[in-house]
């Protein structure tokens, strides 16, 4: 299922509580109350995914603003690493907008991930990885930006050697070191490295995040992605230890 295609109609139908679906309704409102044609997906939409999707967004708007501006790279960013579909642009836009003008902290938004999410702990990962790359799209991470992701993983409950793994887990954030994407150390045994691998990629399936209720495409791509790069970084390993 296209996720982002319902979310502010799932909004105004009340079908997402909390601040999440405060925000989304309020964008809703105003956008698509403006409209008299659009469906309320009923039974078809899941709610897991449509908050899950709605944080996205929010976080990702909110981590713009971070350093106080706002840059055409990091739009262009979320819109290529989510693969928004063109058809609904617009409906994601709207809530991007509320959340990048809102006066609200991000805690709220944050807080009812991690509840919602507190048994999907990859879920939550894959969130701070896609703030590290709207971060990043501008090949410059500031201060900023950098204390708000870190502040939005400890609500999230993630500790500070996770966080430093996500940090350093794609290739556009560490160019040099596979060590550092599987949050390994090079003096561990290939006998302990493969014991994280393993970890990591159990952890990382994307049938994970399918076994949580996550089904749309774009969100399953991106896992998919994060999964070969932990592949990719042990893959590496092996090579550099002449154990592949």
Request: hydrophobic fraction near 40%.
């Amino acid at each position: 299922m296209n996720v982002w295609k319902y979310l502010l109609a799932a909004s105004l139908g009340n079908m997402i509580a909390g601040p999440l679906g405060a925000l989304a309704f309020t964008a809703g409102a105003f956008f698509l109350g403006k409209k008299s044609n659009f469906r309320n997906p009923g039974a078809a939409f899941n709610k897991q995914q449509g908050i899950y999707a709605i944080g996205l967004v929010v976080l990702c708007a909110k981590l713009a603003k971070a350093d106080g501006r706002v840059t055409k790279d990091e739009i262009a960013k979320f819109k290529k690493i989510f693969r928004i579909p063109k058809e609904n642009m617009k409906d994601v836009g709207a809530i991007w907008n509320e959340a990048a003008q809102s006066s609200a902290g991000f805690e709220p938004y944050a807080e009812q991930l991690s509840a919602t999410f507190r048994r999907s702990p990859q879920m939550l990962e894959q969130i701070i990885l896609g703030l590290f790359e709207i971060g990043y799209a501008d090949h410059d991470l500031s201060n900023p930006e950098l204390r708000y992701i870190k502040k939005v993983s400890q609500i999230f409950g993630i500790d500070q050697q996770t966080f430093n793994r996500l940090r350093n887990s794609r290739p556009e954030f560490n160019k040099e070191d596979p060590y550092k994407v599987l949050g390994a150390k090079k003096s561990q045994s290939t006998t302990e490295i493969k014991k994280i691998y393993r970890n990591l990629a159990r952890k990382n399936h994307p049938d994970s995040l399918r076994s949580s209720g996550i089904t749309d495409p774009s969100l399953i791509k991106k896992a998919k992605e994060n999964f070969q790069n932990i592949n990719d970084a042990y893959q590496q390993i092996l090579k550099m230890r002449g154990e592949s």
